[in-house]
């Protein structure tokens, strides 16, 4: 269940809404009929109105609302917007409000807000449009107050235009609600996507995130209350019991929604286990940087569960009001609560007993910014242009692995002027020299900088059970994704006691032979996590159930056959139709896996997985028009990643030479290298190629060029030893013979020629 994002600019609107839209344009959701336990919104407020009243001013209870004349913030007062290319105006009509925007055609068009997303800091607005689909702007109203900046409407992606034909315009994939928002901003939101239509039929229980939301469906709990108005249960007939669930249950509970995830397709069922829900990210490039800081828009669950504080039981209510979502204490009391000078809850008894709201601990003025706990142990990100976010790890600050980390640091966010080196100077001088164990920052960060070294590092990571287990899990999904070769640090990872990592751990037997992957593999179709039984399903799925024991032939059947429906109710963004298309093609459903990933590129003709899949299986399918075809179509598109055009330079580099149009080919290829600089394959089958026509000094330049990105790549050394030693030029050869004997040692071809160099020394 790996997805590869397009851009992070497209989580932009993840961390607003979830709710549901009708099947028509204009048409309101409506309550499942189904209640499935649930009772009236209304029904909480007659014995819980304490809870119902700070609940109502809450971001829970803002989470989506209709656009009516007490929920609306922004100025619809015939306000215009117009900064770069984008030009929207706001008015109200009777009662109603509305914009005028370009919609899906490219023309003017009034739009009714059907509902506000969102109250603070900003606020977007929904619309509706055909097939079901909720729309959210992408110009929203700054709601903070005007000295701050606020109370204007702004872009959301400020200095760009998209047109109706990309999916980050406002009527595009990305800014649907149904599929980014709505499971996190409604109360059992069922998005009933139909994905051979396209099209939504979503319903919700309540529009917004009420009681329900977190406590389960209630109308057991209202029947007891009616029934017994004097009993002695409070939590009689409750789903979700918080004090049976304990802090990292409790934790579990709202990491549904503040967490990056993949959703299984299941909806969210307030008291299950978290991986019987959705998926967590782990600590991937681009969502973390490499010591686990956030980075993308990942929400708190990621960060928070790498923290102290997960690990010594504390849960959120510990620091915010569950109904207000506020923090409990406003500034360092909310921290002293616990690190005082006298910590005497039992869970933290061990803490050190010591003043850490004084200069001698943070070292700065009291009652400056510098002097607040979160400053340096919560540094803050802004998203959505005006909305920042404090990072959940609490970790202490390190500097000292700014550069060997490649992370931010909480010092020099605030002393711009100055350089992390600077900053952990001063650190010593106040503590000392602090003995540290080795970051697992260090690890991964080593692992991006050399991915030759990843087996070895990551392999330390995964078996090290003093590190957090996102940590671990970040380990084994970087490792699956490895192959093989990796397959002996994974094998035992199967068997931990930790649902996250053993998920994880899967993906790495995808590609073993059958044989090797039954035995490992048949117990966890029975894992007590959905997660971990979804991604052994996905492991298996070419294998025939014949191939089974006769026992589990038919469970097996069965899960694969609900593994595809939930994929397809998953598959209205582009990344799940890739889940979806990735499943079918395992199974040899080619065709249809095909047609997956050209409807993937109709929602996101950026989305490069889907586009690469889809060149493979054409090639596969002795279809190389098609192949190309594909490939030049996605190197042509103009807002394309330098990255990912480089990489669909180079397959057409490799199809074209296949079909021996080696001199096109090798115009991509050369503009695959520059794209890519540090990829020292494409330099090699450039100088092999440019060697194959005979143009000899080219090739060396190409080879070299790559060796100066890549000092010890082992088939550089080789190319050029060959090549040198071809045209007798010995000492040339002889020099990088010394440097692949430095590099590469074992390499099997170095220890053929060696004997070579000794009898002509």
């Known amino acids: 269940m790996r997805l590869l994002a397009r851009y992070a600019v497209l989580l932009a609107l993840l961390v607003m809404g979830n709710a549901a839209a009708g099947s028509e344009v204009g048409q309101l959701p409506a309550a499942a009929k189904d209640r499935e336990g649930y009772a009236k919104p209304e029904s909480c407020q007659g014995c819980h109105a304490e809870q119902a009243g700070q609940w109502q001013h809450s971001d829970h209870a803002w989470a989506l609302r209709e656009a009516t004349a007490g929920n609306v913030l922004g100025n619809f007062d015939d306000a215009r917007f117009d900064q770069d290319g984008v030009k929207a105006r706001f008015l109200r009509k009777g009662e109603a409000y509305y914009v005028n925007i370009e919609g899906e055609d490219g023309k003017p068009v009034d739009q009714r807000i059907l509902y506000t997303f969102g109250h603070q800091p900003l606020q977007q607005y929904l619309v509706a449009l055909s097939r079901g689909r909720l729309q959210a702007l992408t110009i929203a109203w700054d709601s903070r107050p005007q000295g701050q900046g606020g109370q204007r409407w702004f872009s959301l992606y400020p200095g760009q235009r998209f047109t109706p034909d990309d999916p980050l315009h406002w009527t595009g994939r990305y800014q649907n609600w149904n599929a980014m928002c709505a499971d996190c901003h409604s109360t059992r939101l069922l998005k ?22 977190c406590h389960g469906p209630g109308q057991a ?15 009689k007939g409750l789903v979700v019991d918080y004090k049976a669930l304990g802090s990292k249950g409790q934790v579990e509970q709202c990491a549904f929604c503040h967490s990056r995830r993949q959703t299984l397709g299941n909806g969210q069922t307030p008291g299950h286990p978290q991986l019987d829900q959705s998926l967590p990210a782990t600590l991937r490039s681009g969502l973390y ?11 708190e669950f990621g960060s928070f569960s790498q923290s102290r504080m997960y690990a010594a039981g504390v849960g959120c209510t510990d620091c915010h009001n569950p109904h207000t979502t506020k923090v409990r204490i406003e500034g360092n009391g909310l921290c002293l609560q616990c690190h005082n000078t006298q910590p005497n809850t039992a869970r933290f008894a061990g803490l050190q007993a010591k003043d850490y709201d004084s200069p001698a601990h943070h070292h700065h003025a009291a009652g400056s910014p510098g002097a607040q706990c979160v400053s340096c142990h919560m540094p803050s990100k802004t998203y959505m242009v005006v909305d920042p976010r404090r990072d959940h790890s609490l970790r202490i600050p390190r500097p000292d692995l700014a550069a060997q980390a490649g992370s931010p640091d909480a010092c020099t966010a605030c002393h711009t002027d100055r350089a992390p080196a600077w900053a952990a100077s001063a650190i010593d001088q106040w503590y000392g020299t602090p003995q540290r ?12 900088e050399d991915p030759g070294t990843a087996v070895s590092r990551l ?15 970040t380990a084994a999904d970087q490792l699956a994704d490895l192959g093989p070769g990796a397959v002996s640090n994974l094998r035992w990872a199967l068997q931990d006691a930790d649902p996250l990592i053993r998920a994880y751990a899967v993906a790495g037997f995808t590609s073993l032979p059958v044989e090797e992957r039954l035995k490992p593999l048949l117990p966890l179709l029975a894992d007590q996590s959905l997660a971990v039984r979804d991604e052994t399903v996905r492991a298996m799925a070419d294998i025939a159930p014949s191939q089974l024991p ?17 994929l397809r109710g998953n598959a209205d963004l582009p990344g799940g139709r890739l889940n979806l298309a990735v499943l079918l093609s395992r199974q040899g459903r080619d065709d249809e896996a095909m047609a997956q990933y050209r409807q993937a590129l109709r929602l996101d003709p950026y989305f490069v997985p889907a586009r690469v899949n889809l060149v493979t299986l054409a090639s596969a399918a002795n279809r190389p028009a098609e192949a190309e075809a594909l490939l030049r179509e996605g190197a042509a598109l103009d807002k394309m990643p330098p990255s990912d055009r480089g990489n669909l330079a180079y397959m057409l580099a490799l199809l074209l030479v296949e079909h021996g149009r080696n001199e096109e080919g090798l115009q991509w ?38 060796l100066a990105q890549s000092p010890d790549d082992a088939d550089l050394l080789y190319s050029l030893i060959y090549l040198h030693a071809l ?35």
Request: aromatic share 8%; glycine share 10%.
């Open 669 to 706: 290829m050369a503009q695959a290298a520059t794209a890519l600089p540090g990829n020292a394959r494409i330099r090699y089958n450039q100088g092999l190629l440019l060697s194959r026509l005979n143009r000899r000094d080219e090739a060396l330049q190409a080879l070299r060029s790559g």
């Open 459 to 473: 392999g330390y990571l995964l078996a090290d059970k003093a590190n957090p287990a996102i940590v671990r899990a």
């Open 289 to 299: 940087h490499a010591d686990g800081q956030i980075d993308g828009e990942v929400y």
């Open 221 to 235: 709990h209202v029947d007891w209350a009616s029934a017994t108005p004097a009993g002695n249960q409070p939590g």
């Open 192 to 213: 009933h996507y139909n994905d051979q239509q396209d099209s939504f039929a979503s319903t919700w229980q309540e529009p917004t995130v009420g009681c329900q939301g």
């Open 437 to 448: 164990p080795a970051h697992y920052g260090q690890a991964l960060q080593g692992v991006r």
């Open 550 to 566: 006769e026992a589990q032939q038919a469970g097996f059947t069965a899960q694969l056959g609900d593994y595809e429906q939930r």
């Open 727 to 761: 045209a007798g030029e010995r000492e040339a050869a002889f020099g990088y013979v010394q440097r692949m004997r430095e590099a590469a040692p074992d390499d099997p071809r170095l220890q053929a020629i060696e004997p070579y160099w000794r009898q002509t020394q």
